[in-house]
């Protein structure tokens, strides 16, 4: 339905989606807060009977292979995420024990999808469907672990992932944003929710770190209201200013986590990578806080040049100086 054009098929079913995941948290996270009693029962019914449709649905998307990611087995992308999310979230919803075998289902789902990055918590994308997918992956982990199964709470790329993703924060305000990670510049102060909610499920010292020193403090939302409940830590906290990470095919530095410290990152290429829009072979250089080489980013899809494949590199300009890169044809 996405395309202009496209219809529903004959039996009606199109495949669950993005929507699925986020829509069964909202559902969750609402039924967790409100107090016992707060929904009229008729409500209640209607709401469990959708949930059992989600069920249903998410399952027989498996069982037929009806989307893309299902049949071409591809536990990278955020769209084997997310309904995954709301699989398992709806069966503790419901209760696993009346949906045992399709809540497991979404469990070993769940698992793939950790078990596919890389071994130092580097996500086969970059920072900006890092913070999508791994929210859903977080919202789903700790939802198992609050019902008693820690198999995914527990799973090493979570308790590595944080560090990783620290290591984007680049002096001046910037970001390293390759892998179709949009803008550059101050992008960090976005992602004060996804670092509250590292904090509260990972316990993370590196997220801790960054959101009190870094981002300004805890998102205004629930994670960050349970993020300013736990202790400080210290600077020792800090992640190290050099990282490599080989999966994701990237070197950063910095000297100092002060803003105008000076930084570079290159970013490789790996024989798994997807969906990074020939972004290989970026170099990134930051001296004394200001910009000399920026990957400047991608630009809408709709935009007729919006492969970097078809347009130049256009590098940041500041004071006169910077340079232009044209992708070899």
């Known amino acids: 339905m996405y395309a202009p054009g496209h219809r529903l098929p004959a039996d009606g079913k199109d495949g669950n989606w993005l929507a699925t995941g986020c829509g069964v948290r909202a559902i969750g996270d609402t ?18 009977a959708l949930l059992e449709t989600e069920i249903a649905g998410v399952v027989d998307d498996w069982e037929t292979q009806r989307p893309w990611f299902v049949s071409s087995h591809n536990p990278v992308t955020n769209q084997w995420v997310l309904p995954t999310e709301g699989l398992v979230r709806a069966c503790l919803i419901l209760g696993v024990d009346d949906h045992r075998d399709a809540y497991e289902l979404g469990v070993k789902n769940l698992l793939e999808a950790l078990d596919v990055h890389g071994p130092k918590g580097e996500f086969e994308e970059g920072f900006g ?25 527990d799973h090493p790329f979570l308790k590595h992932f944080p560090t990783w993703f620290v290591h984007h924060f680049q002096p001046g305000k910037y970001v390293i944003n390759c892998f179709d990670a949009g803008a550059s510049y101050d992008a960090a102060a976005g992602s004060r929710g996804l670092l509250s909610l590292l904090a509260v499920c990972t316990s993370s010292p590196a997220a801790r770190w960054a959101l009190a020193e870094y981002v300004g403090g805890p998102s205004s939302d629930l994670p960050g209201l349970a993020a300013r409940a736990l202790p400080a830590v210290g600077t020792e906290a800090a992640p190290p200013l050099f990282a490599h990470y080989e999966r994701a095919a990237r070197v950063n530095w910095r000297s100092s986590w002060a803003e105008d410290a000076t930084g570079v990152w290159v970013r490789g290429g790996h024989h798994l990578d997807q969906h990074d829009h020939q972004d290989r072979g970026h170099v990134n250089f930051i001296a004394c806080g200001r910009p000399i080489l920026i990957e400047a980013g991608t630009p809408s899809y709709h935009h007729k040049q919006g492969k970097l494949r078809d347009r130049p590199r256009v590098l940041h300009r500041r004071d006169g100086l910077g340079l232009e890169l044209w992708d070899a044809k």
């Open 31 to 48: 039924l967790e807060v409100l107090p016992d009693g707060a929904l009229d029962a008729a409500l209640l019914e209607k709401i469990r």
């Open 129 to 153: 469907y890092a913070s999508f997918t791994v929210t859903s992956m977080l919202h789903a982990a700790h939802a198992m672990a609050v019902a008693g199964d820690r198999r995914a709470a």
